[in-house]
């Protein structure tokens, strides 16, 4: 009953921005985070950015001072700008909620689809 898609990869030059938005539906008690993953070929899903329903975030050292994430919480809403962006961004980008739901408000990760984001040099 948890659905969660993103959207917003594309094809940019390096250098350019894109702004990718995730948003989190269906019956729930409440989203506690929400983060970005990226996962190249034959390599392992990595964190990007994360962020608490709190405000509090989390950037992976490769893109911090590019990349910042924000959220909307009324929309269980979060998004990624990504900036002054390289080759090695080059990825699958996978939004991920972590939310209560429930009888017992148990707490599981959801995932989206994946969204491309491709940087030419």
């Known amino acids: 009953q948890v659905h969660v898609v993103e959207s917003g990869g594309g094809l940019v030059q390096a250098g350019g921005s894109l702004r990718l938005s995730c948003a989190a539906s269906?019956?729930?008690?409440?989203?506690?985070?929400m983060g970005w993953y990226r996962q190249a070929p034959g390599k392992q899903r990595d964190l990007v950015a994360s962020?608490?329903?709190?405000?509090?975030?989390n950037y992976s050292d490769s893109v911090k001072g590019r990349f910042t994430i924000t959220k909307d919480g009324a929309k269980n809403a979060v998004y990624l700008q990504m900036n002054s962006l390289k080759p090695e961004d080059t990825s699958i980008y996978y939004c991920?909620?972590?939310?209560?739901?429930?009888?017992?408000?148990?707490?599981?990760?959801?995932w989206g689809q994946g969204t491309q984001v491709t940087v030419s040099s």
């Open positions: 962020i608490t329903a709190g405000g509090d975030t």
């Open positions: 269906g019956r729930f008690f409440s989203v506690n985070a």
């Open positions: 991920a909620a972590d939310i209560e739901q429930g009888i017992w408000n148990t707490v599981g990760r959801f």
